[in-house]
């Protein structure tokens, strides 16, 4: 599997590592958000047969976080972005 | 006393190592001190001004830019490995640092990589066997890290036949027993 670097372009899914649902960027905040919320956030997973959005970290690259739209079912890669650029189209200040 | 305590190399020697298997050559360097050189966050515009008295290049993505004394690759976003003489900048963190100032943050990196260079009259085929890198597809002045031998390694392409590899140092020999390995397949 190749993942298509926003920086570094094309490279093998081996330089990464998966690092889960994309969706655990959105942390609720535990001290006003209800327990269930953060139960949810903490546990619970989608598990898609199909489009998901997924963290993958390049560890044996330059270290940067990605947000990967990848096809479970075919590994078709759909779309990478930065991790930081997300974040912050989320509205966060880093 | 004193004589028992002489400096060793990365690879264990008193003197840098050369090595040559087949038509590769490999040379230990010792003359080549680094630090590492992180732009604080929102602070990238300072060091960009910083930087240009000090004469330190800060190139592009994917990039190596030689330069006197200092020469510096891209390692990640906003942030290069420094190179220069280790004679005339032993101290090249504080020299940085003082430079610098607090838009950057800077760490000491010279004892912690083996330096070596690598000569050939094609690197390709050795590189391809010992890891992703395609060094046929990359320019003169690639620079990126890599794996070679399940070692995290920087791997600077300055020609066809010549290329700068920065390894763990305290996995210098594994490192040099990999490219042996693989040189003795190419040729």
């Known amino acids: ?94 | 006393m004193a004589d028992m305590l002489r400096p060793l190399t990365a690879l264990g020697g008193h003197a840098p190592a050369e090595l040559a298997v087949g038509l590769l050559i490999v040379t230990e360097r010792f003359d080549v001190a680094l630090a590492s050189v992180a732009a604080r966050r929102g602070r990238m515009a300072d060091l960009a001004r910083a930087v240009v008295k000090t004469g330190l290049p800060l190139p592009e993505a994917g990039r190596h830019a030689a330069g006197t004394p200092y020469s510096a690759f891209w390692v990640a976003p906003e942030m290069w490995f420094v190179e220069a003489p280790f004679a005339t900048h032993e101290g090249i963190a504080g020299m940085l640092k003082g430079a610098l100032g607090d838009a950057a943050s800077v760490t000491e990196q010279t004892d912690a990589w083996v330096a070596l260079d690598l000569a050939a009259p094609d690197l390709a085929p050795i590189l391809e066997r010992l890891s992703n890198v395609d060094l046929r597809a990359a320019p003169d002045g690639f620079a990126t890290r890599t794996v070679i031998e399940h070692l995290g390694c920087y791997l600077i392409r300055h020609g066809a036949g010549n290329v700068r590899l920065y390894g763990p140092r305290s996995s210098a020999k594994s490192l040099i027993h990999a490219i042996e390995g693989a040189a003795t397949a190419t040729f």
Not at chain 1, 17 to 31: F, H, I, S
Not at chain 1, 58 to 86: C, F, M, P
């Open chain 1, 1 to 94: 599997m190749i993942i298509n670097h926003p920086i570094l372009g094309p490279r093998d899914a081996q330089e990464f590592v998966y690092l889960g649902d994309a969706a655990l960027m959105g942390r609720p905040d535990g001290m006003t958000a209800g327990i269930e919320e953060f139960h949810d956030w903490l546990y619970n997973r989608d598990n898609p047969a199909g489009e998901h959005r997924e963290l993958w970290y390049h560890e044996q690259g330059d270290r940067s976080w990605l947000v990967v739209t990848r096809n479970t079912v075919t590994h078709e890669i759909l779309k990478v972005e930065l991790a930081r650029d997300v974040a912050r189209a989320m509205g966060r200040a880093k």
